[in-house]
Nanobody
Framework: VQLQAYGGGLVQAGGSLRLSCAASGSIFRRLDMGWYRQAPGKQRELAATVTSGGTTSYADSVKGRFTISRDNAKNTVYLQMNSLQPEDTAVYHC???????????WGQGTQVTVSS
């Protein structure tokens, strides 16, 4: 599967952004997917996941503020981010979570910058 994340930008604290991740290939609907983020000088963090069946989970740091969803008909995963804070500033990537598949090739991701 090939993945392309987009929708990032610069937003003030308290604002919202919606990220999208377009996937290629019919296998997409069988894959559990996740949004990862990596801030400068920090480890990559798995922020949110959605299973092939639509079950979601979140890191404590984003719970209650971010919502992950998917549209299998459009081969797309979304991340709705509300109440953004400066600590949410990072490059956001989508990728496969399913262990049986492994990671897809990492793309450039999409930059999210939250100003205080």
């Amino acid at each position: 599967v090939q993945l392309q994340a987009y929708g990032g930008g610069l937003v003030q604290a308290g604002g919202s952004l919606r990220l999208s991740c377009a996937a290629s290939g019919s296998i997409f609907r069988r894959l559990d997917m996740g949004w990862y983020r990596q801030a400068p000088g920090k480890q990559r963090e798995l922020a949110a996941t959605v299973t092939s069946g639509g079950t979601t989970s979140y890191a404590d740091s984003v719970k209650g503020r971010f919502t992950i969803s998917r549209d299998n008909a459009k081969n797309t995963v979304y991340l709705q981010m509300n109440s953004l804070q400066p600590e949410d500033t990072a490059v956001y990537h989508c990728n496969v979570v399913s262990r049986w598949y492994g990671y897809a090739k990492w793309g450039q991701g999409t930059q999210v910058t939250v100003s205080s």
